[in-house]
């Protein structure tokens, strides 16, 4: 996200907890993803916790980055990314979303946005492009969803690469509608109703991911699908399964190969050392005395 820093990049910082879904006040978080035009990195000035009245829309060019304090974000919405790019999140702590019905909000330059329901995703995206979200804890009933609508077909082109995240113990569902996701190195520990799931034809490659059912009989099968399994393919190449966690049998072989420019590739480490890699997962601990 190179885009994001250089000298012309606005240092930000919420000093002030509360929110206001049309007037943000200088100094909340929504004023800093909102009103400021350009590139804006947001930092928080102590720790804090901010309910949101309504969902949260962040402008393009935005980082927003929960280093060094404990910053909890919850309420309504809570973080939406609409027809934005080069977005960073990280180090929040986002949960309790609650869902929302329609409604008004401030969004990118100060102008206000019509939004329809609201589901209460942690974080969504919406036609969005060059999104880094790393080092956050996510608490929610439905943890990942990639792809917003059945009928967007535009997320057919979605490429998205899901690495290095811990998922569980209490996590219920994720799942995948469109396009083609490389989840790689994650650790999956228990699920309610499923660890990776599919719904409008993607194409999954699940890679040296580890893999561990739940203690509940009934519950150990890894993915779940809708709609003509013919077409939903999911590749596992290198998973370790555990604890009688089980792969449906109509998986392919091999799978089709993310096309990661030199820049963005990245070696995939064994599955014994998953557990090990991912420990770190979620906010970072450290303080402002220690790099993080």
């Known amino acids: 996200m190179i885009s994001n820093i250089g000298k012309d990049v606005v240092k930000y910082k919420v000093i002030d907890p509360s929110d206001d879904p049309l007037s943000p006040k200088l100094g909340t978080l929504r004023y800093g993803t909102t009103m400021i035009k350009g590139e804006v990195w947001i930092t928080f000035k102590n720790s804090m916790t901010i309910t949101l009245q309504r969902p949260l829309l962040l ?6 980055d929960g280093r060094g304090v404990d910053v909890h974000i919850t ?3 809570c973080l939406l990314v609409y027809q934005a790019t080069d977005i960073i999140i990280h180090g929040l702590r986002i949960h309790h979303c609650k869902a929302q019905p329609p409604s008004t909000v401030i969004g990118p330059n100060a102008k206000v946005i019509p939004l329809g329901q609201m589901d209460g995703d ?3 995206l919406v036609t969005a492009r060059k ?3 790393d080092h956050n804890t996510l608490n929610q009933d439905k943890v990942m969803l990639l792809g917003h609508d059945d009928g967007h077909l535009r997320d057919k082109n979605m490429k998205v690469t899901v690495i290095f995240n811990h998922f569980g113990p209490n996590c219920n569902q994720r799942i995948v509608r469109h396009g083609y996701a490389h989840e790689a190195n994650n650790f999956y520990q228990g699920w309610e109703q499923y660890a990776i799931g599919g719904s409008m034809s993607p194409s999954i490659k ?3 991911n580890f893999f561990v059912a739940p203690n509940d009989v009934g519950n150990k099968e890894v993915t779940w699908r809708k709609g003509e399994k013919g077409l939903w393919k999911f590749y596992s190449v290198g998973d370790v399964f555990k604890n009688g966690a089980s792969l449906n049998k109509q998986t392919g072989v091999g799978g089709a190969k993310p096309k990661y420019n030199q820049e963005q590739n990245f070696k995939v480490v064994d599955a014994g050392s998953v557990k090990k890699l991912t420990s770190e997962s979620g906010v970072l601990r ?7």
Do not use: M, P
């Not at 450290?286 to 993080?292: A, G, P, T």
């Open 131 to 133: 999104v880094w979200i």
């Open 75 to 77: 309420g309504a919405g």
């Open 122 to 124: 942690a974080i969504r």
């Open 286 to 292: 450290c303080s402002r005395s220690l790099i993080c």
């Open 206 to 208: 699940s890679e040296a």
């Open 59 to 64: 402008s393009s060019f935005t980082a927003i």
